[in-house]
């Protein structure tokens, strides 16, 4: 029992799936997450599974407190997120979800890199299913392409593995010290999965694709591995503070810009990750605990606000803000929660986002990294624009659409206020929180400084917000993003490809197959007329004939060359001259 | 029996969002007068004065605000580009 990795529940749970029916199957699938949840508080700390595999020593399972950490919230979002998909009975999704959530479980309890890519990859294959099982052309199309750009991901991943372990010899997953083709591949292969610019597009293009609980669980598990792994890997490696610092503002303008409301939830993921991505790259205990914290306080109020979008979406069937508004009416415990992740995801006092968010500030503080604690305190007054007011506002207040959808149902509601209240759990008592952080946290966030500051902070960003609605105001829109290289940009690659290969492709038709054999023809026939009239010419002239006998003689001499029926005479005339031009020129050669 | 009136929620009514726009004066008011009480203790030297906190988030959510209306003119295309 202490020793059973977690991701074998989920993994052997989905395939047991299909043998259920109709509400025994949604209650064993909760059951799975409660199970393994309780399998990793009994997991002893240490390694185990140990396997030698062509020369590699594999680690099927690690026991620390980061994994255990994150398998903790992984476990708990997976229950939420299937007590929210009571409702649903699609064999597909169910075993994509178990086999995507186990994979992810895989991931961070992985003791070495090769079994960690295998995860990986399982991950990308079933989260993949999860976007198709909306069944739509859209859906389908952006499944393509996230597949597309995380196959990309997993092969950098697997080039920079492949040097790593060719150039150390050993394939154990510890913290990266040295910079080198092998380390910096894999640093991009995880990126991709973290959504880091300029490879983030996929985030916004698939997951608002995605079916109303893909949303939920894919919103949690692809990002947060990825941040796990940098946790592991990469901790102090500075470039990741640039990089973070550019995800956090990257992040607010396109949610800004966005009309749809899951793709404004899709840019406040990267916003998000932005922060927990400065954490590592700032690489001290304090930024890296608080890295952690956030990932999992994270996890639980973006579910929450992907279930009150998804609650949302499921009633009305619209996600966008300028075909929804004033559904406060109707759906009131949907607004309610949904505004409780709003809070939290902006830190706002009393949530869980204050208590975790401000950790890796503080971390920042503490390493006197003054312009980058100026991104952060920017980029938080920027979150409760866009996502914290941004979207309750414009889709459950401004205007009224006449929607008078009924609330979301039962098991919707339970999840959502079961995460709600870990949001303020967490919010108002940390401490168990802390307490399963890989260092030990001498940090008090409750203070009235602190306090003070962030409500100064966030209430002149509402302040701002509903003074510059006019400027918010939705349009019917989408926004270029880096995808735009391989969705448009791939249509221009098309065409020049088109234009160029099909191009030589012409000039080498009009050469090689129409003009080479017309030349050719015209050598093979041309060449032994006038080498013979060469020879011959000279003998009719010493002969004496005149000039236009000469001339008949020249036609019939081309004329029996045409058919074949030279005289034998010639053609050994003319097989004689050509050995000996060919005696002349190799000799002369 | 409803007559205009009755059929309108407290958001539909324009002297409750008078009322809510007093709030958010008020309470922006207070807080940033609260730093008369509570002086901001700076970080880092340069954010040690009055109302760091309550200007700071004022002009950089205006200035994200501003960014991305002109971001807008370049990157926003119709939802059917892709099509």
Known sequence: ?589 | MSTPDANKDFFDKAENIRKLWICLYGVCALLALADFLLPTKGHFGFDGFWGFYSILGFVSCAALILLSKVAGFLLKVPEDYYE
């Not at chain 1, 503080?365 to 979150?383: D, K, P, T, Y």
């Not at chain 1, 006038?530 to 010419?537: D, E, T, Y």
């Open chain 1, 1 to 589: 029992m202490s020793s059973i990795p977690p991701a074998v529940i989920f993994i052997l749970g989905a395939l047991l799936v299909p043998l259920f029916r109709d509400k025994s199957k949604n209650i064993f699938i909760i059951f799975l997450p409660i199970a393994a949840f309780y399998l990793i508080t009994q997991l002893e700390t240490g390694s185990f599974w140990h396997y030698h595999l062509y020369g590699h020593d594999l680690t099927l399972l690690r026991v620390d407190k980061i994994s255990k950490a994150f398998g903790y919230i992984f476990t708990i979002n997976a229950f939420a997120a299937f007590v929210y998909a009571f409702y649903l009975k699609d064999n597909t999704q169910h075993m994509a979800a178990l086999f995507y959530v186990g994979s992810s479980l895989g991931v961070v309890f992985s003791g070495d890199l090769i079994s960690l890519y295998f995860y990986w990859e399982i991950m990308a294959v079933s989260s993949t299913i999860l976007i198709l099982a909306r069944r739509t052309q859209r859906a389908l199309n952006a499944g393509m392409r996230y597949i597309l750009v995380h196959l990309f991901g997993g092969l950098c991943l697997l080039a920079g593995l492949v040097f790593h372990v060719s150039q150390t010899g050993s394939v154990s997953f510890d913290a990266m010290t040295q910079q080198s083709l092998g380390t910096v591949l894999m640093l991009i292969g995880i990126l991709v999965n973290a959504a880091a610019p300029p490879f983030s597009a996929w985030l916004s293009d698939a997951y608002p694709e995605s079916t109303v609980t893909g949303g939920v669980i894919l919103s949690a598990y692809t990002t947060k591995t990825a941040v796990y792994t940098l946790v592991r890997g990469y901790p102090g490696w500075e470039v990741l503070i640039i990089v973070g610092c550019i995800m956090t503002i990257y992040g607010i303008i396109y949610a800004l810009l966005e009309n749809d409301m899951r793709r404004i939830l899709a840019y406040s993921i990267i916003n998000q990750v932005g922060f927990m991505v400065v954490g590592v790259g700032i690489g001290t205990t304090m930024s890296l605990n608080g890295t952690i914290a956030h990932a999992f306080c994270h996890i639980i109020y973006k579910a929450l606000l992907w279930m009150s979008a998804g609650a949302v979406l499921a009633m009305t069937g619209r996600s966008k803000c300028t075909d929804l508004g004033g559904l406060y009416k109707t759906m009131p415990w949907t607004l309610l929660f949904g505004v409780i992740g709003a809070l939290s995801i902006s830190s706002f006092p009393g949530t869980s986002g204050f208590t975790s968010k401000t950790l890796i500030i503080e971390g920042s503080i503490q390493e006197h990294l003054a312009w980058v604690w100026m991104v952060l305190e920017i980029a938080s007054a920027g979150v409760f624009l866009h996502a914290g007011i941004k979207f309750p506002y414009f889709v459950f207040f401004a205007k009224d659409r006449g929607l008078r959808p009924g609330e979301a149902n039962k098991s919707m509601l339970m999840a959502m206020g079961f995460l709600s209240f870990l949001c303020i759990f967490l919010g108002v008592y940390p401490q168990p929180l802390y307490a399963i952080l890989p260092f030990e946290v001498n940090y008090q966030a409750y203070t009235l400084h602190h306090v003070v500051n962030q409500l100064q902070l966030l209430m002149f960003s509402a302040l701002v917000f509903f003074l510059f609605l006019p400027l918010l105001k939705r349009t019917e829109t989408v926004s270029i993003d880096t995808d735009w290289f391989y969705r448009r940009g791939g249509h221009f690659f098309y065409r020049m490809v088109d234009k160029g290969l099909n191009g030589l492709n012409e000039i080498a038709e009009r050469v090689f197959a129409v003009r080479f054999p017309e030349v050719l023809g015209k050598v093979s026939r041309e060449f032994p007329w006038r080498l013979s009239l060469l020879i011959v010419k000279p003998v009719w002239i010493l002969r004496g004939s005149g000039p236009e006998e000469l001339e008949a003689k020249r036609d019939a001499l081309r004329r029996s060359l045409d058919v074949g029926a030279a005289p034998v005479g010639i053609g050994a005339a003319v097989a004689t001259a050509f050995l000996l031009l060919f005696f002349i020129l190799t000799d002369l050669l």
